[in-house]
Nanobody, 120 residues
C-alpha cells in the first residue's frame, strides 16, 4: 500500500527550530521528487520546498535561507529542517510525492499532514 507519513510538528516559539520527517512506503517513491507544502487557515496550499529525484532543490521565497529540504533514499525519507521560525510559518504541513512536485505541481500522493504552530 502506498503511504506517506509525516511527523515532527508541534508548538515552538518564534526563532525556534523544528525538523519534519516524511516516510514513504513503497519502492516507487525512490524515483519520485518530493515536496513539502503547507496550508494555513483561510489560505491555499502552497509549496514550501521541493527536492527532485536527483537532489535539486526549490524553495518558496518566504523560507529561503531558513528552511532546508533533504532526502535519504535508502530510508525513503524526506526531511524539512525549519530554522528561525516565524508566526507566519504556522500551518499544517503536508508531504507530497510525484514527478514534478518539487516545482510546485503536486502528485497524487499526500500525507495526512502535521501541525506546526509558531507562537510565544
Amino acid at each position: 500500500q502506498v503511504q506517506l507519513v509525516e511527523s515532527g510538528g508541534g508548538l515552538v516559539q518564534p526563532g525556534g527550530s523544528l525538523r519534519l520527517s516524511c516516510v514513504a512506503s513503497g519502492s516507487i517513491f525512490s524515483f519520485y521528487a518530493r515536496g513539502w507544502y503547507r496550508q494555513a487557515p483561510g489560505k491555499q496550499r502552497e509549496l514550501v520546498a521541493g527536492i527532485s529525484s536527483g537532489g535539486s532543490t526549490n524553495y518558496a521565497d518566504s523560507v529561503k535561507g531558513r528552511f532546508t529540504i533533504s532526502r535519504d533514499n535508502a530510508k525513503n525519507t524526506t526531511y524539512l529542517q525549519m530554522d528561525s521560525l516565524k508566526p507566519e510559518d504556522t500551518a499544517v504541513y503536508y508531504c507530497n510525492a510525484g514527478p514534478t512536485t518539487w516545482r510546485g505541481s503536486p502528485g497524487i500522493f499526500w500525507g495526512q499532514g502535521t501541525q506546526v504552530t509558531v507562537s510565544s
